[in-house]
């Protein structure tokens, strides 16, 4: 039996454009006497990842599109930020009472390409996904490894819903060090039935653990340590695993 932990990480300052988010994140951790070890898993929120990369858009320096326009004043939304929503795009799947769901160019499926205004200073300011989020993630891991020594893997989350669930949980766009999936089929279960299709989505589930520790509101807690679980590791890996084939989904 494993004891798995879920420790947030408190006092991680405003991440701003450049900001070496790893070596704060790493400090952080040690002042409150977690320091990261061997094994661990840090899950990240995209929001912070974006800021550290300067992935932030001013709505106010966005010129809508007339089909950005056409969509706004149909649903009644801001231009600006449907006009972002388009550029972070690769088509969109619905529209429908004010809510857009589209495919971002990462490959995922989620409401306003994955847009987000919610732990972004400035009143006009959003943030997009990273760019390559999975490269972010290698390249906090790295920095990890340089500072403390340790291997870790690391995930970066962000908030999805899902079809026909309601609320929404945390899901791994990018991931380092870690195999997002655990293949259990040929697995046997209690009774001796050989499983067949059992596959789990161990990034998704670990980033919706640590989302029960990681603020959304006024905690202001962006990352999360996931100590105990013994994971499946890989150097060569990324979240788009996770992608439901287009020609296999039922529900696009």
Same mark, same amino acid.
């Given at each position: 039996m494993h004891i798995i932990k879920i420790i947030p990480i408190l006092d991680i300052p405003i991440i701003k454009e450049n900001d070496d988010l790893a070596y704060l994140i790493c400090k952080a951790a040690e002042k409150q006497g977690t320091p990261l070890q061997n094994g661990d898993i840090l899950v990240i929120t995209h929001i912070v990842v974006s800021r550290a990369e300067g992935n932030i858009v001013n709505l106010?320096?966005?010129?809508?599109?007339?089909? #950005?326009?056409?969509?706004?004043?149909?649903?009644?939304?801001?231009?600006?930020?449907?006009?972002?929503?388009?550029?972070?795009?690769?088509?969109?799947?619905?529209? /429908?009472? /004010?809510?857009?769901i589209s495919e971002t160019r990462h490959g995922f499926i989620c409401a306003n390409a994955g847009?987000?205004?919610?732990?972004?200073?400035?009143?006009?300011?959003?943030?997009?996904?990273?760019?390559?989020?999975?490269?972010?993630?290698?390249?906090?891991?790295?920095?990890?490894?340089?500072?403390?020594?340790?291997?870790?893997?690391?995930?970066?989350s962000d908030t999805h819903g899902r079809a026909l669930r309601r609320g929404e949980i945390n899901i791994a766009i /990018?991931? #380092? /060090?870690?195999?997002?999936?655990?293949?259990?089929?040929?697995?046997r279960d209690l009774f001796g039935y050989t499983l067949k299709i059992k596959q789990t989505a161990v990034a998704d589930e670990l980033c919706s653990a640590a989302e029960l520790v990681i603020g959304q509101a006024d905690e202001g807690i962006p990352a999360a340590i996931i100590r105990g679980y013994p994971y499946e590791r890989s150097e060569n890996t990324s979240a788009r695993e996770l992608i439901w084939p287009k020609e296999k989904a039922l529900f696009i």
């Open positions: 106010d320096e966005v010129k809508p599109s007339e089909f #950005a326009r056409n969509i706004a004043t149909e649903y009644n939304r801001d231009p600006a930020l449907i006009e972002v929503v388009l550029r972070e795009s690769k088509s969109i799947v619905r529209m /429908g009472e /004010g809510h857009i847009v987000d205004k919610s732990n972004v200073p400035g009143e006009r300011n959003v943030a997009p996904l990273p760019k390559d989020p999975d490269e972010s993630a290698r390249r906090i891991r790295r920095r990890i490894k340089e500072i403390t020594g340790s291997d870790v893997a690391v995930i970066i /990018g991931v #380092a /060090g870690i195999k997002p999936i655990r293949d259990r089929r040929k697995e």
